[in-house]
Each structure stands twice: as structure tokens, then as C-alpha cells.
């Protein structure tokens, strides 16, 4: 499967983003989605991910409340829906997949095959 993650830009405190993932191949459903993000600097973290088929959610204690990850299974897409965005969101955020139909939580990067190149999301005070 091939990911492209879109959507990224700059913005203000309190403001809004809406990022999407769009996946190629056959049997999307089938794959446990996952958002990550990477400050400068840091290590890639988990933000969100939504399980394959069941569609159950986990966030990041981080962004619970404010994110939102949800999945489009007929256009094979995912999203992630930022609300209230803060300057310590401003991140490459990376889309990632994983062929596996657990439900619970994949929150590291290594239960991820497959990962988009990624998209800048910048908050300014």
C-alpha cells in the first residue's frame, strides 16, 4: 500500500486542520491506520489510530478532546481532524498502516509497515 498525507499548513493558535491520508492498493479496509508526528529534533510520536474493519479509536493522551482520526472506507481515505491546535502541535505529521485486524491500540511507530511521506502542520501564537 502507497500513503499520501495532505492538508498540512500554518496557522494560528485555536485554529483549525483538517489532514488526509489517502492510501493506494487493494483491501484498504483491511489496514489499522495510524497518525504520527515528528517535532524538530525529536522522535516521532504517536498521535492517533483507528483499527481496521471495527473502526475503534486511540489517541494520545496529548491530543484527546481536541483530534479526531476517522476513516472513509469507500474512497480509502483517512483523516485526522485537528481542533484547537496548539504551537506544541507544530509537526511533521505521517500517515502509517499496518495489515493487521487488531483492535486494540497500535501506538508504535515499529507496528507500522507502511508510511506516507509526511506534511508540515505549523501553529503560530
Known amino acids: 500500500v502507497q500513503l499520501q498525507a495532505s492538508g498540512g499548513g500554518t496557522v494560528q493558535a485555536g485554529d483549525s486542520l483538517r489532514l488526509s491520508c489517502a492510501a493506494s492498493?487493494?483491501?484498504?479496509?483491511?489496514?489499522?491506520m495510524g497518525w504520527f508526528r515528528q517535532a524538530l529534533g525529536k522522535e516521532r510520536d504517536f498521535v492517533a489510530s483507528?483499527?481496521?474493519?471495527?473502526?475503534?479509536?486511540g489517541y494520545a493522551d496529548s491530543v484527546k478532546g481536541r483530534f479526531t482520526i476517522s476513516r472513509d472506507h469507500a474512497k480509502n481515505i483517512v483523516y485526522l481532524q485537528m481542533n484547537s491546535l496548539k504551537p506544541e502541535d507544530t509537526a511533521v505529521y505521517f500517515c502509517?498502516?499496518?495489515?493487521?485486524?487488531?483492535?486494540?491500540?497500535?501506538?508504535?511507530?515499529?507496528?507500522?509497515?507502511?508510511w506516507g511521506q509526511g506534511t508540515q502542520v505549523t501553529v503560530s501564537q
Open positions: 483507528i483499527s481496521s474493519i471495527t473502526d475503534i479509536r
Open positions: 492498493g487493494r483491501s484498504f479496509s483491511n489496514y489499522y
Open positions: 502509517a498502516a499496518s495489515p493487521s485486524a487488531y483492535s486494540g491500540s497500535y501506538s508504535n511507530t515499529g507496528d507500522y509497515d507502511y
